[in-house]
């Protein structure tokens, strides 16, 4: 009975945490955060958006770093132990990797057949984290994704799903994955502002936190699922910058909802769907 209330209190903690860290971007345009902007203002040449991106990032990251580590702690989780990996399984990376990003391709199809006028780089480039990771200098606009890509992973493989595996082993494999995934997409979801923006950022959740439960199950390492989401993290980067991305920089930092956006039809952007 005690183990169930344990559990029942990790899982209160782990979705008060995950939906305190999805609503983090929300407060650029705070009072609070606007005051500091502008007593940094006074001591320094950057302009006010650039310091509320680098406010916004770095309480992102800090919340992602102290979350997991007072939760390994807490549960006594040693996570180091689980970043060593068996040789034989050093092939599964870059299979994980592929499968990753093959459910999201095959989920996004299905998307763009359901809803053909959806623009899926337009919704992806005005997510507010995006937008204030496209005001930051070059280096910094790969830093930041990578950052947050191995922090998320840290917290929501790395810290909930080893500790329902390792503490609550009578949950059975079924039940961490199940949990796992719901709160990334729950953190995900949270930083957007559209449907669209929330339908694609479920999509992707759903397939790094699915085959990254799996595959550290299979392998009884964090190791692969570290690597794999900080990969596809790379990976989306690049293909956004392909497309263009130093094109957001005409994008005004505000609050999404009160942007009016043109969206092109999906099939100028895709012309094969």
Known sequence: MGNWFNLTLFLIIVTGASIFWGRI??????AFITSIVHLIMKYSRMNAELIRSYLVWSI????????????????????????TLDQRY??????AFIAQNS?????????????PTINVF????????????????????????L?????????????VFLILINNFPQTGPYFPILICTVLFIVQQVLQTDT??????????????????CIVTLYTGSFLPTLLCHTAYAFFYLQ?????NWSSLRSIPAMPISNAKIQRPKASSVYPNF
């Open 90 to 95: 050093f092939a599964l990376i870059p299979l």
């Open 103 to 115: 459910l999201t391709g095959l989920l996004m199809q299905l998307l763009i057949v359901a809803n």
């Open 147 to 159: 950052g947050a890509a191995i922090l998320e992973e840290v917290f929501f493989r790395g810290a």
């Open 195 to 212: 449907l669209g923006q929330g339908v694609i950022l479920l999509i992707g959740s759903t397939s790094i936190s699915v085959v990254g």
């Open 122 to 145: 337009m919704e992806l480039t005005t997510i507010p984290w995006v937008s204030y990771t496209m005001l930051m200098p070059g280096i910094m606009r790969v830093l930041s994704p």
């Open 25 to 30: 971007n929300r407060i650029g345009y705070s």
């Open 60 to 83: 992102y990251m800090l919340v992602g770093l102290v979350a997991p580590v007072a939760l390994l702690l807490t549960y006594h989780v040693n996570l180091l132990r689980f970043l």
């Open 239 to 243: 293909l956004g910058t392909s497309m």
